[in-house]
């Protein structure tokens, strides 16, 4: 706090009235954070998930991981997009991992099949971190993922104890991108990488919301990529790749919505088990929005210098 105050003795502001704005800001992110809560929270969610794969066909006794992928990987392309991020990173079953923002667990649990890793995801939403485990538990993975219910902005890592960091469609609902570039470079090791997907301002006008991350512009905070860059470079984290996904999107969901109206409506396991009957009209916005160039699913990766 001494730089801070420093910088605002300047400005003729007291100890006191320094410690209520951070008090004050303190308040309003705890605020976001319980909206986040409540917009992603979904009453039973365990119990809708099982019913689903029964009527699915699936063995509730011996349930395979790739059961779980159409409601697991719950960001624009699902386990594809997981995969084409993924490909870019080298990794090695003895680095520690840590995912950010993971929701059902999906990426945690892709990561270790693939790569050996053990992973901690951490989520704010305290019904996700208890799916994500059962689901874990279920599927056999019990042993080599684990998560906890916490903040991006406080994650649960000793400095410099990780070696790679994912955050996949997490960031649209975190407003200070500096304060959330600085944390996971707290945690990251010298040589480690931070790999990111996340819905990003790529133009300018209004968004029409409902949007599967927000139900309104109150706690929406899509900003463009030169916000992530100049975070990462204010914690010292270095820009390694960046790419556009904005045609993989489309193609993506076009398919989608293709398959769905041929079937009559969504098969039993989907992403829509986790958007309460809106998962038509937030997806169609999101096209549109993407289509229109105002916003994009944007991949970047960052290195930690060391």
């Given at each position: 706090?001494?730089?801070?105050?420093h910088?605002?003795?300047?400005?003729?502001?007291?100890?006191?009235?320094?410690?209520?704005?951070?008090m004050?800001?303190?308040?309003a992110?705890?605020?976001?954070?319980?909206?986040?809560?409540?917009?992603?929270?979904v009453?039973?969610?365990?119990?809708?998930?099982?019913?689903?794969?029964?009527?699915?066909?699936?063995?509730?006794?011996?349930?395979?991981?790739?059961?779980?992928?159409?409601?697991?990987?719950?960001?624009?392309?699902?386990?594809q997009?997981?995969?084409?991020?993924?490909?870019?990173?080298?990794?090695?079953?003895?680095?520690?991992?840590?995912?950010i923002?993971?929701?059902?667990?999906?990426?945690?649990?892709?990561?270790?099949?693939?790569?050996?890793?053990?992973?901690?995801?951490?989520?704010l939403?305290?019904?996700?971190?208890d799916?994500?485990?059962r689901?874990?538990?279920?599927?056999?993975?019990?042993?080599?993922?684990?998560?906890?219910?916490?903040s991006?902005?406080?994650l649960?890592?000793?400095?410099?104890?990780?070696?790679?960091?994912?955050?996949?469609?997490?960031?649209?609902?975190?407003?200070?991108?500096?304060?959330?570039?600085?944390?996971?470079?707290?945690?990251?090791?010298p040589?480690?990488?931070?790999?990111?997907?996340?819905?990003?301002?790529?133009?300018?006008?209004?968004?029409?919301?409902?949007?599967?991350?927000?139900?309104?512009?109150?706690?929406?905070f899509?900003?463009?990529p030169?916000?992530?860059?100049?975070?990462?470079?204010?914690?010292g984290l270095?820009?390694?790749?960046?790419?556009?996904?904005?045609?993989?999107?489309?193609?993506?969901?076009?398919?989608?919505?293709?398959?769905?109206?041929?079937?009559?409506?969504?098969?039993?396991?989907?992403?829509?088990?986790?958007?309460?009957?809106?998962?038509g009209?937030k997806?169609q916005?999101?096209?549109?929005?993407?289509?229109?160039?105002?916003?994009?699913?944007?991949?970047?990766?960052?290195?930690?210098?060391?």
């Open positions: 706090m001494g730089a801070v105050w910088t605002a003795r300047e400005y003729g502001v007291n100890r006191g009235m320094l410690a209520n704005i951070e004050l800001g303190d308040m992110m705890e605020r976001t954070e319980d909206r986040v809560v409540a917009h992603y929270g009453d039973g969610l365990m119990e809708r998930i099982e019913a689903a794969l029964v009527e699915a066909g699936a063995d509730l006794a011996a349930l395979m991981p790739a059961d779980l992928k159409p409601v697991d990987e719950f960001h624009t392309g699902g386990l997009a997981t995969e084409d991020l993924l490909s870019q990173l080298e990794i090695s079953p003895e680095m520690a991992v840590l995912d923002g993971s929701g059902l667990g999906g990426t945690a649990r892709f990561l270790t099949q693939r790569f050996g890793v053990r992973v901690t995801g951490v989520d939403t305290p019904e996700f971190v799916v994500a485990t689901l874990s538990a279920a599927v056999g993975l019990q042993e080599a993922v684990r998560f906890e219910t916490g991006a902005l406080d649960p890592a000793a400095s410099g104890s990780i070696d790679l960091e994912t955050m996949l469609h997490v960031g649209m609902n975190i407003e200070d991108k500096a304060a959330l570039m600085a944390e996971v470079a707290r945690v990251l090791a040589g480690g990488r931070f790999a990111v997907f996340d819905v990003m301002r790529t133009g300018e006008g209004a968004l029409e919301f409902p949007y599967p991350w927000a139900e309104e512009a109150g706690f929406s899509v900003a463009p030169e916000d992530y860059l100049a975070g990462a470079e204010a914690a270095l820009p390694v790749a960046q790419r556009d996904r904005s045609e993989f999107a489309l193609s993506f969901y076009r398919n989608v919505f293709a398959k769905t109206k041929e079937m009559g409506g969504p098969p039993p396991v989907g992403l829509h088990l986790l958007m309460r009957g809106t998962a009209p997806l916005n999101y096209m549109r929005s993407v289509e229109a160039g105002l916003i994009a699913p944007c991949e970047m990766i960052f290195a930690k210098p060391g």
